[in-house]
């Protein structure tokens, strides 16, 4: 709406100098005549917004808990989907949530998609700075984080164990097939859907419910 044409402008501008467009209806007849190119993805990625913190909306993750604590997973253990992982932070606090409720040892397999590749890349690396975890405790920031020193003072990184227990993987949710063999127990759709329209948002949970157990918690917001 007219509202966003400022904030295209400034992210698209930045695409026409680096590919050498003068105008942007000639970036975008280059873009689709070149649709299985490199820089479809980064026109994405210059338009994905990625506003993340660490346990955003922090009684999403007591309800988590919670449930973790009250249910009982099946053979193969938990299986969650966050399908809006941005760079890293809301994937990690789920993380977080299960070792705290469950055990550093339980069966817990968490998959985190998004759209963007620039964002995904950051959440792989899993390495933030310090002032991101302001909100975190003091206990989680020992039992789950490394503390950066000399060139890396001020940083921190997720520690191996707790990166190991995720799966990161470039996937729109409203594009091809999902590609998933096994149903979620627990799936995170948050402040992703707010940027579809009413078709499209009902498309999307539609998709998102045949890929969800039954009585499966789905997480909205």
């Not at 026109?43 to 309800?63: D, M, P």
């Not at 539609?206 to 918690?217: F, Y």
Request: proline share 3%.
């Amino acid at each position: 709406h007219d509202g966003k044409h400022a904030m295209v402008y400034s992210r698209l501008s930045r695409r026409l100098r680096d590919t050498g467009h003068d105008s942007f209806a000639s970036y975008l007849d280059w873009l689709e005549s070149h649709s299985d190119g490199a820089e479809w993805q980064e026109f994405v990625n210059a338009l994905t917004t990625n506003l993340t913190a660490f346990f955003r909306e922090a009684h999403h993750f007591e309800i988590l808990a919670q449930h973790l604590r009250s249910h009982q997973p099946g053979a193969k253990g938990w299986k969650v989907w966050c399908n809006a992982a941005s760079t890293g932070e809301e994937p990690y606090s789920i993380l977080m949530t299960a070792v705290e409720s469950l055990g550093a040892s339980a069966a817990f397999q968490l998959t985190a998609s998004d759209i963007d590749s620039r964002v995904l890349d950051a959440a792989s690396q899993g390495v933030y700075k310090a002032e991101s975890l302001k909100g975190v405790s003091t206990e989680r920031l020992h039992r789950f984080f490394l503390r950066g020193r000399s060139s890396n003072a001020g940083m921190v990184r997720v520690k191996p164990d707790l990166r190991q227990m995720v799966e990161f993987l470039q996937l729109n949710l409203i594009a091809g097939d999902y590609p998933f063999h096994e149903p979620f127990d627990v799936v995170f759709c948050r402040n992703v859907m707010i940027y579809f329209d009413a078709p499209t948002q009902r498309r999307v949970l539609e998709r998102i419910h045949k890929v969800m157990k039954p009585g499966a918690l789905l997480f909205v917001g």
